[in-house]
């Protein structure tokens, strides 16, 4: 499986600002997206973007901490395995990352991963998202 980048959304930042992200206690998740109904940069809720659908598709809870060292923040989460239940699920080429606990409104979109091709799960196949490469725990993002 290809390795992807993350690619910040444009609002995150307004949205960090206004205080409506707290990285070390909302419950940030990761969810698929179908290459169909891609993630932009400009987008700013999930509600916006289509999920692939089938047996046992959920988003994903990354356990996520946040801490400060020397001026510099790091969101770290646990690795995120997704099984497909049944042959049923859709392809999918986008991972998101989203702010599943805001309590002002919709779920606010935080980044995306691009795996630059559709990618699709037979019945009991899994995905895995793996923060910074890591088999447990790694960085999501940095802020200095």
Known sequence: MPTAS???IYDF???????????????????????A?????SDTILGGITQPTGTGYAPIDTLNTWAEATGTGTLTGTKCVFTAGAADWQS??????YNDDDATGPDKLVGYWDYGSDVTLGSGETFS?????????GTILTIA
């Open 6 to 8: 993350f690619v910040k």
């Open 92 to 97: 999918f080429r986008y991972v998101m990352l």
């Open 129 to 137: 998202v793996k923060f910074n490469g890591s088999d447990t725990t």
């Open 37 to 41: 109904d891609p993630p932009t940069q």
């Open 13 to 35: 930042v307004e949205q960090l600002g206004l205080a409506v992200h707290n990285l070390n206690t909302h419950t940030l998740k990761v969810g698929l997206a179908r290459p």
